[in-house]
Nanobody, 128 residues
Framework: QVQLVESGGGLVQAGGSLRLSCAAS????????MGWYRQAPGKSRELVAGISRNDNPYYEDSVKGRFTISRDKTKNTLYLQMNSLKPEDTAMYYCASNCPDGTNSVMCVMGVVDMVYWGKGTLVTVSS
C-alpha cells in the first residue's frame, strides 16, 4: 500500500522559512517523479514544484528562486525548502508521486497531468 505522509507545515511570518517533508512508503520512489502541490482557500490546486526521475526540478513561476525541491533516496523522503515566504503562499501543501501509466513523465513534473498517489497535506500559513 502506497503511503505519503507530509510534515513540517505551520505558522510563519512573511519572510520566514519552512521545510516540508514527505515520507514515502509502500514502494521504492527513488526512480519515480514526485511533486509538491498546494491549494489555497477558494482556489484550485496547483503544482508548486516537481522533480523528475533524474532529479531535475521544475518550479511554478511564483516560487522560483524561493523554493527548492529535493529528495533523499536513501530515506524515501521528498523535501520542499521554502524561503522568503509570502502571505500568498498560504495553502494546504500536498506531496504526490508517480505519473499515470503511458503518460510522458514530463507532463506530470510540470503539473500538466496530475500525479497518481497523494498525501493528506500539511497546512502552511504565512502571516503578514
Amino acid at each position: 500500500q502506497v503511503q505519503l505522509v507530509e510534515s513540517g507545515g505551520g505558522l510563519v511570518q512573511a519572510g520566514g522559512s519552512l521545510r516540508l517533508s514527505c515520507a514515502a512508503s509502500g514502494r521504492d520512489f527513488s526512480t519515480n517523479v514526485m511533486g509538491w502541490y498546494r491549494q489555497a482557500p477558494g482556489k484550485s490546486r496547483e503544482l508548486v514544484a516537481g522533480i523528475s526521475r533524474n532529479d531535475n526540478p521544475y518550479y511554478e513561476d511564483s516560487v522560483k528562486g524561493r523554493f527548492t525541491i529535493s529528495r533523499d533516496k536513501t530515506k524515501n523522503t521528498l523535501y520542499l525548502q521554502m524561503n522568503s515566504l509570502k502571505p500568498e503562499d498560504t495553502a494546504m501543501y500536498y506531496c504526490a508521486s508517480n505519473c499515470p501509466d503511458g503518460t510522458n513523465s514530463v507532463m506530470c513534473v510540470m503539473g500538466v497531468v496530475d500525479m497518481v498517489y497523494w498525501g493528506k497535506g500539511t497546512l502552511v500559513t504565512v502571516s503578514s
